[in-house]
């Protein structure tokens, strides 16, 4: 079964080839269908900001690493024990790549997102096909296609990160990264009632799409003062809630300063192992009485990604489709930062039902 892997560790925006990580496809055999699974002919796999991670090592140098886990497909069959969901062959799904065991201690205590088997079903997505347990299968709604399908993953990620907000209706909101996490919390946010929405971004075209996406302000860190524009557009009070989607350790440094007194700072992105952010802890904990937090995985978000899906505006987002045989010219496209989404089609499937 042909999947898409990283095949030797490196950067993949290495400029020495010598050194440079390698995305391929590679023959992996198709996982074993037990009685609880269902296997899912994958349509779509978008490519995520934390695959090229994956290439540097993150999670472990062994080669080759499958990669995807923001996936459509179709089912193409069920264990005979699969039906407490009601899912059939022939139906239009995604979901989640990780599996929630619901018999560990953090599963038993409203943590599924600490569970301690959460690796026995991660499964490469970028495949011809991926076996999943029925319990991280949804069914897509009639009017959201396969290809807008694959971003119910993500989808979810923004959800969890527009839980952990804890937003208020009127709340000021800036988001830092308008890749397609901060994209997606930027259109959830506004339908959450943020207000003064802001996206903080380098790059000119990211900036726009949020513009037409609903962010009221857009700052460029790199040409504009980002504490001056925040006074400009807050009335000198900061933002009441700031999230990073960027992981990046330079433009974290300074969302402290823009978080209005009693703010909450979500860190919603991945960042490296060794990064350490100073903390002032008599500024920011004591003065300000910030609420600093993450996200890890997105747990108790799938059933609510999947209603808020159909009003999401995801055209832009599903722009670049790339075939699985070229997938080393999908990554480079990805790493490019042409289109805020790059998707790999896996098969090529009729999608009957699919109307957008
Ligand atoms: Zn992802
Ligand atoms: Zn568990």
């Known amino acids: 079964m042909k999947t898409v892997a990283v095949t030797k560790i490196g950067s993949l925006r290495d400029t020495n080839e010598e050194t440079r990580g390698v995305i391929g496809v590679v023959d992996f055999p198709e996982q074993p269908l037990g009685p609880e699974d269902v296997r899912v002919r994958v349509a779509y796999a978008a490519i995520c900001g934390s695959d090229p991670h994956l290439a540097e090592g993150f999670f472990g140098t062994d080669v080759p690493i499958g990669l995807g886990h923001e996936i459509s497909g179709v089912i193409e069959a069920l264990g005979e024990r ?31 997102q600490f569970c301690e088997f959460i690796q026995d079903y991660n499964r490469p997505g970028m495949a011809e096909t991926v076996t999943w347990h029925e319990s991280q299968v949804y069914k897509l709604p009639d009017n959201v296609s396969l290809l807008k399908g694959c971003l119910l993953e993500p989808t979810s990620v923004a959800v969890r990160i527009a839980d952990k907000t804890n937003i208020r209706v009127g709340d000021r909101v800036a988001i830092c990264g308008g890749g397609p996490i901060g994209q997606l919390a930027l259109q959830m946010m506004k339908m959450n009632g943020a207000t003064s929405l802001t996206l903080i971004e380098p790059i000119a075209e990211r900036r726009e799409m949020a513009l037409r996406h609903g962010a009221d302000f857009v700052i460029d860190p790199i040409t504009e003062n980002q504490g001056e524009r925040t006074k400009e557009i807050t009335g000198g009070r900061g933002y009441d809630i700031v999230i990073d989607a960027s992981g990046s350790p330079r433009a974290v440094q300074g969302l402290l300063d823009i978080a209005a007194k009693g703010g909450t700072v979500i860190y919603g992105a991945m960042y490296p192992h060794d990064f350490e952010m100073p903390l002032n802890l008599s500024d920011y904990l004591y003065l300000k009485e910030l609420t600093l937090t993450g996200v890890f995985i997105s747990p108790y978000t799938f059933p609510r990604a999947l209603q808020i899906l159909p009003h999401l505006n995801l055209d832009e987002l599903t722009q670049s489709v790339i075939d699985l045989e070229n997938a080393a010219d999908a990554f480079e496209v990805h790493i490019s930062g042409k289109f805020p989404k790059v998707v790999i089609r896996c098969n090529d499937l009729d999608d009957n039902g699919g109307n957008s």
Do not use: E, S, Y
């Not at 407490?84 to 790549?97: E, I, P, Q, S």
């Open 82 to 112: 699969a039906t407490r969901t009601g899912l059939k062959v022939g139906d239009r799904v995604a979901g989640n790549f990780l599996r929630f065991c619901g018999t560990c201690g953090p599963c038993r205590d409203g943590q599924q």
